[in-house]
């Protein structure tokens, strides 16, 4: 009995499974079947994307910070129908900075079916801030000695690091720090800015206008934190510990 040898059928493609590091690499193609997005849509849909990205941080990045934004991978299970022209967006309520996302949907009428899709990115934000020159421990008093200036990512924390070494002389840390870390508002303990039963200047702010009076610390004036303090008449207000004896209350 003779045998014959068959050839192996070809595989048939998927639809396309996108993957943002393959459409931003610029010597690699998109192989897919004739219905699938084509590559110079989605490239270009890809690019967008990572400019309105940077736009939105760079809004809110002091003055020439270097904005960079990583893309991630879009989920590779996604199958998607062809579409000829995709269009990027920012979602609404995303962050600017640190890990978010970006938009792409199928124009209306572009493709068969309406899709939209989110890229994860990280938005990184260069920029020269204030760090600690040597590990310190927590309870450590700052001085200028201990700290130096290096560039670092902004967005990699939830608070905007220090930019000033100046603001900084004086300040007791909450936790140890490490060299080179960036000095962030978390870093620090809260000041005082006055005690309970200090006399207070309350400054109560509207739109417009502002009414300054004398009162009475009921508790200690922590930074950032409310306080109530007792006017010469005998109300009872509350507002926040914004300085040496000062108190304000927003109208």
């Not at 610029?26 to 110079?40: D, K, M, R, S, V």
């Not at 801030?129 to 008093?141: D, E, I, R």
């Not at 109560?204 to 008449?233: C, H, M, Y």
Request: hydrophobic share 50%; proline share 9%.
């Amino acid at each position: 009995m003779k045998l014959r040898l068959l050839a192996p059928r070809p595989a048939r493609l998927a639809p396309l499974a996108l993957s943002a590091a393959l459409l931003l690499s610029p010597g690699l193609a998109l192989a897919a079947e004739p219905a699938a997005l084509p590559a110079n849509s989605m490239t270009k849909a890809v690019a967008q994307a990572m400019q309105l990205a940077r736009q939105a941080a760079g809004a809110l990045a002091p003055p020439k910070a270097r904005v960079l934004v990583l893309p991630g991978t879009l989920d590779p299970r996604l199958k998607l129908a062809p579409c000829d022209q995709v269009q990027a967006f920012l979602p609404a309520g995303v962050p600017s900075w640190g890990r978010s996302r970006v938009g792409l949907r199928c124009v209306k009428g572009q493709g068969p079916v309406a899709w939209q899709v989110y890229l994860p990115v990280t938005v990184q934000v260069w920029a020269p801030a204030v760090v600690t020159s040597a590990p310190l421990p927590a309870g450590a008093l700052l001085d200028e000695s201990q700290l130096s200036s290096a560039d670092v990512d902004w967005a990699a924390g939830t608070s905007a690091p220090t930019s000033a070494v100046q603001s900084l002389q004086g300040r007791v840390l909450a936790r140890p720090v490490v060299a080179g870390q960036p000095v962030r508002a978390a870093d620090l303990k809260a000041r005082q800015w006055f005690a309970q039963g200090d006399t207070v200047r309350i400054v109560a702010q509207g739109a417009g206008f502002a009414i300054s009076a004398e009162g009475q610390a009921l508790g200690p004036g922590l930074e950032g934190q409310r306080v109530r303090v007792r006017t010469d008449s005998g109300r009872v207000l509350v507002g926040q510990a914004v300085g040496h004896n000062r108190v304000e209350l927003n109208l």
